[in-house]
DNA sequence: TAGTTGATCAAGCGATTGGTTGAATAATGG
DNA sequence: CCATTATTCAACCAATCGCTTGATCAACTA
């Protein structure tokens, strides 16, 4: 998978997680697969509505789909969600980092007032 | 901050990352805050887009802004990309646990071949 | 076989998105 | 004061989003 591939799919996993709806449905799944009525049925709207919804996560590679008779059992996948705290741990971590070298910095440069004003910038 | 307000920013959050030029600046501001146009440079979209962007990301509050002068620094907000990560996790959680159970329940009920098409369902 | 259930396809609609150009607002520096 | 720099506001545009209704497909069951 080049950049470009890694990158459209961070789009639409964020883009999938961005909507209520469809985080209240990951939500459900992590208690198990669910199918498409059964994943409708607590919303106020069509399951043409949430069988959309249901496409926009599995395109986004969050959930994967079987089959048991005429229903489509979807599941969720978890390493899915994890490339996403992946992304955001490690901005985090080097944003973090960067704060505790400018504290040693700071503290060991000269008096403590400096180091309250560090935590501005 | 009620349920439907935490709903709202995680919706922002998410939509904010969802686009891989927010998600670059992101990346950037990690490595310490930047004015609009020094955010802008690597782009080929015009500042007015890049403020827009910034405007999205600081209403989703992953962002702050000060003032120096005529620039408005952008600041990583860390914290907030913290909630992202745990909201992930609970449910990435609740999954590999549930599987854990499975597991084990299948393991000591009978012999192993149950346990092998665990993983499917 | 006919009817029912589960899910998707298709077309349409109002709202929102990411981008543009052009003008306006702030704050600095000569 | 005037010109420059940094940023935002305003209006507009094509594309996409979430959702609807109506029709279709697929598989079970009486």
Redesign the interface.
């Known amino acids: 998978m080049d950049a470009a591939a890694a990158?459209d799919r961070?789009?639409?996993a964020?883009?999938a997680?961005?909507?209520?709806v469809r985080?209240s449905i990951?939500?459900r799944?992590?208690?198990?697969?669910a199918t498409v009525t059964e994943l409708a049925e607590p919303f106020d709207i069509t399951t043409q509505a949430v069988s959309k919804h249901i496409q926009v996560l599995e395109t986004a590679g969050l959930v994967t789909r079987?089959r048991d008779a005429q229903r489509r059992?979807v599941?969720?996948d978890?390493a899915a969600?994890?490339t996403?705290?992946e992304?955001?741990?490690r901005?985090?971590l080097?944003?973090?980092q960067?704060f505790r070298r400018l504290d040693a910095l700071l503290a060991s440069a000269d008096g403590g007032d400096a180091a309250a004003s560090a935590e501005q910038?």
């Open positions: 990158d961070l789009d639409r964020f883009m997680l961005a909507d209520p985080r990951v939500a799944l992590s208690r198990g697969p079987s059992p599941h969720l978890a969600l994890e996403l705290t992304w955001i741990d901005y985090r080097i944003h973090e960067r910038d």
